[in-house]
C-alpha cells in the first residue's frame, strides 16, 4: 500500500532564506507524485508534479522538488522564501500503476511560518 | 480555464439534519474524489468515481452516500449530521491519471 511521510509538521524560515519542505513515499508501483498548497481557507492549489519524466521537477512560484527513488524522497526546495509562501503544503502520491482511478494519498501537511 | 466548481460554499446544519453538496468536475475529467478535511487535519479520502461508476471507497461513513450523474457533475449526501461532520469537504476531478484539480471546497458546519 502506498503512504506518505512528510517528516517535519512546522517550518519556520526568514524571508529571503531557503525553503526545505522534506516527503517520503512508500509506493508498490511507479507512483506520480504531487505538491500542494493550502492557504489559509483556500482550496489546494498544484505546486508542481513529478510522473516518471525528469527527476528534478520545476513548479510555479519558483519551487522545485527532485524525486530520489533511492532515496523514495520528493522533498519541496525554494532559494528564498516569500512572505507570500506562508501557507500549508501537502505531499501526495497518487498510485498509478494500481488502477485508472490513482487514488490520492495526502501527507500529514507542513506549516510554512515566513518571518520578516 | 474552467475548474472544478463547489457548491454551496458554506453550509450550517443542525445535528441529525442531511446535507447535500454539489461538485461540477473540469469537462472531460473522468474521475472525481471527495475528500474531508477536519481542523489541522489533512484531507482524508471518501470516494472517488470512474466514468460514472464508483471507483474507490475510502473512510466514508454509512451515513454518507455519493453519486456521479450522466452529466458527470457529483453529489455527496449526508445524513443524520453530527458534529463530527464539521470539516471542509473537498471535490477534486482527474483526467488520465495525472494531476487533479480540486476545488474550493464546501465549509459545512454542524450545530
Known amino acids: 500500500a502506498q503512504s506518505v511521510t512528510q517528516l517535519d509538521s512546522h517550518v519556520s524560515v526568514s524571508e529571503g532564506t531557503p525553503v526545505l519542505l522534506r516527503c517520503n513515499y512508500s509506493?508498490?508501483?511507479?507512483?506520480?507524485l504531487f505538491w500542494y498548497v493550502q492557504h489559509p481557507n483556500k482550496g489546494l492549489q498544484l505546486l508542481l508534479k513529478y510522473t516518471s519524466a525528469a527527476t528534478l521537477v520545476k513548479g510555479i512560484n519558483g519551487f522545485e522538488a527532485e524525486f530520489k527513488k533511492s532515496e523514495t524522497s520528493f522533498h519541496l526546495t525554494k532559494p528564498s522564501a516569500h512572505m507570500s509562501d506562508a501557507a500549508e503544503y501537502f505531499c501526495v502520491v497518487s498510485d498509478s500503476g494500481s488502477s485508472n482511478t490513482g487514488k490520492l494519498i495526502f501527507g500529514q501537511g507542513t506549516t510554512l511560518q515566513v518571518k520578516p | 480555464a474552467a475548474g472544478v466548481i463547489q457548491s454551496p460554499r458554506h453550509l450550517i446544519k443542525e445535528k441529525r439534519e442531511t446535507a447535500t453538496l454539489k461538485c461540477y468536475p473540469i469537462p472531460r475529467h473522468d474521475t472525481v474524489y471527495w475528500y474531508q478535511q477536519g481542523p489541522g487535519q489533512d484531507p482524508q479520502f471518501l470516494i472517488s468515481f470512474y466514468e460514472k461508476m464508483q471507483s474507490d471507497k475510502g473512510s466514508i461513513p454509512d451515513r454518507f452516500s455519493a453519486q456521479q450523474f450522466s452529466d458527470y457533475h457529483s453529489e455527496l449526501n449526508m445524513s443524520s449530521l453530527e458534529l463530527g461532520d464539521s470539516a471542509l469537504y473537498f471535490c477534486?476531478?482527474?483526467?488520465?491519471?495525472?494531476?487533479?484539480?480540486f476545488g474550493q471546497g464546501t465549509r459545512l458546519t454542524v450545530v
Open positions: 509506493s508498490s508501483y511507479s507512483p506520480s
Open positions: 477534486a476531478s482527474r483526467e488520465g491519471g495525472v494531476e487533479a484539480f
